[in-house]
């Protein structure tokens, strides 16, 4: 059985930092690109961040770009999101994702085949 779990997520202020972690089980995600989406209440689930299978690339949506970085650790099957400089807009139930398609990666929803429960993150004015 496939499990993603993240962690990581909490109460943060604005201008603050936090580490997302999602520790995949199951199988192994080596050759398959991982991303992280983000949901608020009353709104579609977004795309934040994806990277390669190798770590060699990665995407980032404009809301996010140059504050949040991607990361993984094949060896640990996990993968991580660096979130600095938080503002208040960037509050939201975070999601990770993986590919079923191997070397495949995308920007949208439906590129990717497993996901974690999420983790909220809530960043105060």
């Known amino acids: 059985q496939v499990q993603l779990v993240e962690s990581g997520g909490g109460l943060v202020q604005a201008g603050g930092s936090l580490r997302l972690s999602c520790a995949a089980s199951?199988?192994?995600?080596?050759?398959?690109?991982m991303g992280w989406f983000r949901q608020a209440p009353g709104k579609e689930r977004e795309f934040v961040t994806a990277?390669?299978?190798?770590?060699?690339?990665?995407f980032y949506a404009d809301s996010v770009k140059g504050r949040f970085t991607i990361s993984r650790n094949n060896a640990k099957n996990t993968v991580y999101l660096q979130m600095n400089s938080l503002k208040p807009e960037d509050t939201a139930a975070y999601y990770c994702?993986?590919?079923?398609?191997?070397?495949?990666?995308?920007?949208?929803?439906?590129?990717?085949?497993?996901w974690g429960q999420g983790t909220q993150v809530t960043v105060s004015s």
């Open positions: 994702a993986a590919a079923a398609a191997t070397y495949a990666m995308g920007r949208s929803v439906s590129s990717y085949t497993y």
């Open positions: 199951g199988r192994t995600f080596s050759d398959n690109a």
């Open positions: 990277i390669s299978w190798n770590g060699g690339s990665t």
